[in-house]
């Protein structure tokens, strides 16, 4: 069995590959252009909102400047928590980039066995994985709002929920390209899963080290699945 902490290692390590480095800097670049722009939309509507609901100009002096206010920490706060699935479907689109760059590396067979994966499979991988995002993190937060008073358990319900998912998405970023049939199992466990998606589930909630996450898991991910796969170590 693979090791989860040598494929994070290697994956880490994997960071500093130009050809790595070049896609993780397109993908924090795309994300902060999402980010700002989800931030941006959040924003306006909350302010509308908020006027609609009887928090308008005229309500007392300066009532327009505390409503922008409210609105521009309550977009922020949202986005925060869905931060997690910004980036990975972010990260999604460049995900077949960073599986090849570790391929070339370290896989170089693997690599030219390799099935590529067409625009619209992409996007339709993107679009199921964020869908199953939204839905379990939206079945989620009753619990963590009823959790809010532990001071710990709102963090630890989506942390589980979000480690359970990026386990399975992070490691179908490298098993689809590579499975003979959809019925293949992948070669990794589901113990292995959920201890890849915990670690950068974990990482995914502090800042700036967030930036690194998703694509830190997609190279760690191409390790283990093909470590487990292979039982060798990278050439």
Not at 53 to 73: H, K, M, N, P, Q
Request: hydrophobic fraction near 55%; aromatic fraction near 8%.
């Amino acid at each position: 069995m693979a090791s989860v902490p040598t494929s994070l290692a290697l994956g880490f390590g994997q960071l500093f590959d130009g050809a790595v480095l070049r896609i993780l800097l397109k993908s924090v670049a795309a994300t902060l252009a999402v980010f700002v722009i989800v931030t941006t939309a959040g924003w306006y509507a909350l302010d509308w909102a908020l006027a609609s609901g009887g928090l308008d100009d005229t309500s007392f002096t300066g009532a327009g400047t505390v409503r922008e206010a409210i609105s521009l920490v309550l977009a922020v706060i949202g986005v925060w928590l869905v931060w997690r699935i910004v980036a990975m479907a972010v990260v999604q689109f460049f995900a077949d980039e960073v599986v090849e760059a570790v391929e070339r590396r370290h896989y170089p067979g693997e690599a030219g066995m390799a099935r590529q994966l067409g625009l619209g499979e992409q996007f339709g991988n993107a679009a199921r994985s964020t869908g199953r995002a939204l839905l379990f993190n939206l079945l989620a937060a009753p619990i963590a709002i009823v959790l809010l008073f532990t001071g710990v358990g709102t963090l630890a319900v989506f942390w589980l929920v979000n480690a359970l998912l990026l386990g399975r998405e992070l490691q179908d970023m490298v098993w689809l390209r590579h499975r003979q049939d959809e019925a293949q199992d992948a070669p990794i466990g589901r113990r292995q899963r959920f201890m890849l998606g915990g670690v950068i589930a974990a990482l995914l909630l502090v800042p700036f080290v967030n930036f690194l996450a998703p694509v830190l898991g997609a190279a760690s991910a191409t390790h283990l699945v093909h470590r487990s796969n292979r039982k060798v170590s990278p050439a």
